[in-house]
């Protein structure tokens, strides 16, 4: 078992990573929530929910609410639905939420704690690669049809509980989209790190690797995190490759490419932009390689439009007066924001749509 503790602004919550977790959790979950209320996500219910049922039903009121799977549910329409079933369920400010599933259950399930009677706890209990990043750090929200993320709140949960061994079920595309944030994780630390990513292939992943990457990414965001929870300063670092990748995801249409996927190739152009503006010198051809290698879906971009999504960015959370701000590196672990015009985007999207996305 790995154990890390997260400091937050309202509270400590520990980060727990291990094997068979969900089948204990009456060692982690109080007794004093009466009443439960787990969220998950239909294909993760099929697999995993009556686990977690069975190892709560014996100390708590245990009520689950299944979802359907994919970014489209991170919706007003789901939120409603969800909130009806806390009224359902009789939860009350004693009660407990439980998101069981990847970083959209974790979003979505989080931004109803944090709204339901103006807020009641939940645990994260993440079983993907890419909830690694999302279920620590106290961010929850759902989409709108303008921008990811455009409607939520920073609200901690008091616990997160992963199981690896959810992480043995997870198909081809849901790892690559679990690496896109793992290897901004190394981008934004460490050299050795990120070249040692470069050097496998995720179909050889093992999981003494898998749980060694997630720990390392874990502690490179709680370090971030706990510095500036809010996104005041050095919180944005951690958008590295976000901009880009929010655009492709709202133009191509929520759940048509994975949200790490999008981030992976986010961080491609973000390489390549940092090359112009900053002169950074930054391992773009080793970045695409590894790209191609491991079958990240850049053939799906082809048909975008750069005027199109330069658009979509001026719609992101970060941008400032619609000004787009963008995640640079001057080096690898060496991250800065600056502004970047709409000229320089359309120009360098061109680019990078002709040079990387088309050959």
């Known amino acids: 078992m790995t154990s890390l503790m997260i400091q937050s602004s309202t509270h400590d919550y520990e980060v727990v990573l291990k094997a068979g977790a969900r089948r204990e959790l009456a060692n982690y979950v109080d007794e004093s929530y009466r009443t439960i209320l787990i969220i998950s996500d239909d294909k993760v219910a099929q697999i995993y929910l009556e686990d977690v049922v069975q190892s709560l039903r014996e100390n708590h009121d245990v009520h689950t609410s ?45 931004f109803v704690a944090s709204t339901y009677l103006r807020g009641i706890d939940f645990i994260q209990m993440p ?16 989409n709108h049809s303008k921008g990811k993320n455009m409607i939520g709140s920073f609200y901690n949960p008091v616990m997160v509980i992963y199981d690896m061994e959810t992480l043995s079920t997870l198909p081809e595309e849901e790892i690559r989209s679990g690496y896109g944030e793992v290897i901004k994780h190394a981008l934004l630390s460490d050299e050795e790190w990120t070249n040692e990513l470069f050097q496998f292939s995720l179909p050889s992943l093992t999981i003494d690797q898998l749980t060694s990457d997630l720990t390392r990414g874990i502690r490179v965001k709680a370090d971030i995190v706990e510095k500036d929870e809010k ?17 492709i995801e709202a133009e191509l249409g929520y759940g048509k490419i994975t949200h790490g996927e999008a981030v992976a190739i986010g961080i491609c152009f973000t390489l390549q932009l940092s090359k112009y503006k900053l002169t950074s010198s930054l391992p773009v051809n080793d970045y695409v390689n590894w790209l191609k290698k491991n079958n990240y879906p850049v053939q799906k971009l082809q048909d975008l439009k750069p005027e199109l999504l330069v658009e979509r960015m001026k719609w992101d959370k970060k941008a400032v007066q619609q000004k787009i701000h963008y995640v640079l590196l001057t080096n690898i672990g060496s991250p800065c924001v600056m502004p970047v015009s709409e000229g320089e985007l359309k120009e360098e999207l061109k680019r990078f749509f002709e040079e990387v996305i088309l050959t």
Do not use: F, W
Not at 81 to 93: E, F, K, V
Not at 127 to 142: E, Q
């Open 66 to 110: 299944v979802i359907p799977s994919g970014e489209a549910s991170k919706s007003m329409t789901q939120y409603e639905r969800l909130l009806d079933a806390c009224i359902d369920a009789q939860l009350d400010r004693k009660s407990l939420i439980i998101a069981l599933g990847g970083g959209m259950v974790g979003d979505l399930a989080g």
């Open 231 to 247: 996104e005041q300063g050095l919180r944005r670092h951690l958008n590295l490759g976000h901009t880009l990748a929010h655009a």
């Open 127 to 142: 079983t993907t690669i890419l909830a690694h990043d999302s279920s620590v750090g106290g961010k929850v929200a759902i």
